[in-house]
């Protein structure tokens, strides 16, 4: 699958008051401005067009962009945060959306749904069940989905310890090949594909991005850069420490279509 386009939201100097579960200390806003311009010009350089949004001090957790949303060529699905302080990021998303789609469809109350949790590879959707994406969204989705020729099938983590989204345990770097962490490789919905296992002390790493051809991943993990490097991929490692010090990861600080 090709990409043109991304969309990212500069880091707020209030970026530290989003929500967190990682116990990593406080990030430092230099130092996360700066990875985040060159997580930027990464994806320029796969070739994406860049819309950067300025910071929304409203919102703290606004530059994991891909939380709000869920886009395939033919529409963009409007997410409802399950963090309830995030709710309220849709709405300039959307604004922003319009500009390159015209259909939509939207996640709504009681369903809640986080792009974190959403897996696109090829013609199949894995949707995770987590604190932040229920069983009503979920179904929602696949709904969505399903009208515009797609499947998916959910994958329940709320038992999978150290994860916040699905996509923070695995990832599609297409050609039938997932990359995913070892408490979820037995999971029923991933048989059939060849799969990458993430060694343990290395999961963070699993939130890795195929764009264009390239991987983006996290700077640091190098069992799993020389994993990837000797099947044949192209990687590009990237400084994150500061997005992981709140719980984000590579995948969630763009909107890639
Ligand atoms: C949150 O807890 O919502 C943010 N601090 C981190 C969101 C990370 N998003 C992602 O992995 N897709």
């Known amino acids: 699958m090709n990409f043109k ?4 939201r500069t880091p707020g100097k209030n970026f530290s008051q989003g929500l967190t579960s990682a116990n990593l200390g406080e990030p430092d806003y230099q130092k996360t401005l700066e990875q985040h311009t060159a997580y930027c010009r990464a994806l320029q350089q796969c070739g994406l067009n860049l819309t950067t949004l300025d ?10 962009v891909e939380d709000t949303a869920v886009l395939i060529p033919s529409a963009a ?13 849709v709405a300039a998303i959307h604004l922003q959306l319009q500009r390159f789609y015209r259909q939509f469809y939207s996640i709504t109350s009681p369903g809640s749904l986080e792009g ?3 897996c696109q590879a090829g013609s ?7 604190d932040r994406t229920n069983e009503e969204g979920a179904r929602q989705l696949a709904e969505f989905l399903a009208k515009e020729g797609y499947t998916s099938s959910t994958v329940d983590i709320r038992n ?13 770097l297409g050609d039938n090949t997932l990359v995913v962490i070892k408490s979820l490789n037995d999971h029923p919905a991933f048989k059939g594909y060849k799969t990458i296992l993430m060694d343990p002390e290395e999961n963070y790493a699993a939130n890795c991005v ?4 390239r991987v983006l991943l996290a700077k640091g993990y190098p069992k799993f850069k020389a994993k990837l490097e000797a099947l044949g ?9 500061e997005f992981q010090k709140m719980d984000g990861g590579l995948s969630c600080l763009s909107l890639r279509f």
């Open 5 to 8: 386009n991304a969309i990212v």
């Open 55 to 64: 910071p929304d001090l409203e919102y703290p957790d606004s530059t994991f």
């Open 77 to 89: 699905i409007l997410t409802r945060p399950g963090a309830a302080s995030r709710i309220g990021e």
């Open 116 to 118: 974190g949790d959403i």
């Open 124 to 130: 199949h959707f894995f949707i995770g069940l987590s």
């Open 160 to 172: 999978i310890r150290d994860i916040l989204h699905l996509k923070s345990g695995i990832a599609y």
């Open 210 to 213: 195929m764009i264009n051809g």
């Open 233 to 241: 991929f192209t990687t590009i490692p990237l400084d994150v420490s």
